[in-house]
């Protein structure tokens, strides 16, 4: 039996929406989802307002996915212009720097508006036009989020490549877009470290491909040397000084792209997924305010990066469209000691909180002691987002965190969704721990096997979506084959999300992991094709397979199996000199935490890498391994199995 922790009568009291709300309007979302998303609209100003809601086809032949396709909006003016008359002075995003003696300082409503408007003007003067790209390198700073909606002002597409990422990765993002221009800072800090951003830039566009840059923008953040080359590198300041306040906004259609945010998928490298103005920025608003059961007073705290889809939808484009305070914290949850997370929710009086569960797990291996010592008094509103929080991690955030005061919402969603898809409304849905509960607004969920048939009741399998939502991303940035072979072709008629997930008797959802080769480490997904590919681009490899297997902090771990080419000697050395390649190619967010020779790989008769063998081994449950029978060579197995790296 799974513990119920029903709605606290004292929250729902309070909260926007009540389960009687939940009820009814789940079904008229789904029921009538032109009347319940033409009404939605109405939150945002809108220059033209959207007649024709809802236009989506599944159907291969005839696909398309278009949402308020006549309305025109600004999603810059919707973040900034229209809250100026109410909210001027109001902190739009608060700054808390790694190091807590630094100073942290509020950008209100006002001043981001006007720097938002400066840039915009020297983007367009530098020659920056509706639907170029544009590339964001940046430290978790207010300047990021003014560089993404400098470009949104402009029509301009940006695609924020996060801050961890290696040179090599810049360089595919870049070209893979064709990015024109790039805005970076000379340096980022985390951990008391400082992270080479300008550098990375510069060796990332010594790599082909990246002939499309004409500019890199350069804000100075840590004061720390650069190299600048004239006449393509500008400092930041010097670029805005000088220019306008205020800057008109380009009017955009609702299908107007956006932003790309490249994610790893199966396969090859990482997609640029596409997401579009209207239905995006609806959304991200409509699910922020309701899941966080948001009010004008809150101090909004998400942990996330602005490199990743939470930071877009929900540190920067939700709260801003509902005018909210956001924290912005530069650093990391273990410096300068444990305590930071909770010491940052005491300075800025933090009412909601938003942070993943690998970090949960890693703070509740310090005990309890480091929380403990801070109040947390502020906190109304616990969320947890990423991969699947296991039910004592959830626990220890509920009752140690939360001191069983707050309830928390476990939000599941993806990228390629753009905003929260499964999750508990605070004052109407009650929790279960490590269960993301119940669909938001037009959000249909179905499970099914592997013949795609829709399974009914308490049952696991594939979780598809039946029909689409405003949110939903509309391409793979040049390759929209690639999008509909990818998310449609798999169970004609829904969207994949590449995800499996169980369904109990209440009908609530449970989200057991990926079932593709996406491997998911402290909430990022790393697909085994991309690691696979680096290692193999080193000149003693072979071969390589890559599997994740079960970390107690990370949630899943990188494994990986490498066969060397033939005369080369396997070694301690090489091992160390293989990890480090991975990061130096990638980042360090794919470094392998296991590295294992195979002398061979098992494989079927038709040469494909038998994973579901690998994974067992990685996961040493070599007692588990199946059918080996379709295996071209079965003695592989029994010696990768002797020779299985001790975790
Ligand atoms: C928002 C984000 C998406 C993948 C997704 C799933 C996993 C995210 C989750 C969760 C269980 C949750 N995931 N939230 N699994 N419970 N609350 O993380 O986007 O980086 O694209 O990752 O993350 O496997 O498919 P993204």
Redesign the pocket.
């Known amino acids: 039996m799974t513990d119920l922790y029903p709605v606290d009568p004292a929250f729902a009291s309070q909260a926007r929406i009540s389960g009687e709300d939940y009820q009814r309007d789940y079904q008229t979302s789904v029921r009538d989802p032109e009347a319940f998303w033409k009404q939605a609209a109405q939150r945002l100003d809108w220059y033209k307002a959207p007649t024709r809601i809802k236009n989506v086809s599944y159907d291969l032949d005839d696909f398309r996915i278009r949402w308020f396709e006549d309305g025109e909006l600004n999603a810059s003016v919707n973040c900034l212009d229209r809250q100026l008359e109410k909210r001027g002075d109001k902190t739009a995003l608060l700054f808390e720097p790694d190091s807590p003696d630094a100073a942290s300082y509020p950008v209100t409503y006002r001043e981001l508006y006007e720097r938002t408007c400066r840039l915009a003007n020297a983007l367009r003067a530098l020659g920056v036009q509706k639907g170029d790209r544009v590339t964001i390198y940046m430290p978790m700073i207010p300047d990021a989020a003014v560089a993404m909606l400098a470009c949104a002002r402009i029509g301009a597409i940006h695609s924020v490549v996060f801050g961890g990422f290696a040179p090599n990765s810049i360089a595919d993002r870049v070209a893979d877009c064709g990015s024109k221009l790039i805005i970076t800072a000379d340096e980022g800090l985390r951990g008391g470290r400082k992270i080479p951003l300008k550098a990375n830039v510069d060796a990332a566009l010594k790599l082909p491909g990246t002939n499309s840059v004409e500019t890199v923008l350069v804000v100075r953040h840590t004061g720390g040397a650069v190299d600048m080359q004239m006449p393509r590198d500008r400092w930041f300041d010097a670029v805005v000084e000088g220019q306008p306040a205020e800057c008109e906004p380009e009017r955009m259609n609702a299908e107007d792209p956006l932003f790309i945010l490249y994610?790893s998928g199966s396969t090859g490298k990482p997609k640029g997924v596409l997401h579009t103005t209207g239905g995006y920025l609806l959304y991200a608003a409509y699910t922020h305010e309701a899941v966080f059961d948001l009010r004008e007073d809150d101090v909004y705290w998400c942990t996330a990066d602005v490199g990743?889809?939470?930071g877009h939808s929900y540190i920067v484009y939700g709260p801003l469209a509902n005018g909210a305070t956001a924290l912005m914290f530069e650093g990391v949850p273990n410096y300068p000691d444990m305590s930071r997370f909770w010491q940052v929710i005491d300075k800025h009086q933090v009412t909601l909180f938003y942070t993943?569960?690998t970090a949960i797990r890693a703070l509740m291996r310090e005990g309890e002691e480091p929380v403990k010592k801070t109040s947390r008094k502020s906190l109304r509103l616990l969320g947890?987002?990423?991969?699947?929080?296991n039910p004592e991690a959830w626990r220890w955030y509920y009752e140690v965190v939360g001191d069983s005061r707050c309830p928390i919402v476990?939000?599941?969603?993806?990228?390629?969704?753009g905003g929260?898809m499964?999750?508990p409304l605070a004052g109407a849905i009650a929790l279960k721990p490590g269960s993301?509960t119940l669909p938001f607004y037009g959000v249909q969920p179905a499970l099914v096997d592997a013949n795609g048939e829709v399974l009914e009741g308490a049952t696991e399998g594939n979780l598809v979506l039946l029909d689409s939502w405003p949110g939903q991303m509309r391409s793979v940035y040049g390759d929209h084959q690639r999008f509909i072979d990818t998310y449609f072709r798999t169970y004609p008629g829904t969207y994949f999300?590449?995800?499996g997930c169980r369904r109990d008797e209440d009908g609530y959802y449970w989200?057991t992991?990926?079932v593709d080769d996406?491997i998911?480490v402290s909430?990022?997904?790393i697909g085994t094709a991309e690691v696979e590919s680096a290692l193999v681009a080193h000149p003693k490899v072979a071969e390589a397979a890559v599997v994740g297997f079960p970390h107690d902090i990370k949630g899943q771990g990188i494994y990986a199996y490498v066969t060397l080419k033939a005369g080369e000697a396997p070694g301690d050395d090489l091992v160390k000199e293989l990890v480090a390649w991975v990061r130096k190619e990638i980042g360090p967010i794919a470094t392998p935490d296991h590295l294992q020779w195979a002398p061979g790989l098992p494989k079927t008769r038709s040469g494909k890498i038998m994973r579901r063998i690998l994974r067992k081994i990685a996961e040493n449950a070599p007692d588990q391994l199946g059918d080996t029978s379709t295996l071209a060579d079965p003695g592989v197995v029994d010696s990768l199995v002797s020779e299985r790296k001790v975790k």
């Open positions: 994610t990743w889809v939470t993943a569960p947890s987002v990423g991969e699947p929080i476990d939000t599941w969603w993806q990228t390629e969704t929260i499964i999750t993301a999300t590449g995800d989200i992991g990926r996406v998911n909430g990022h997904r």
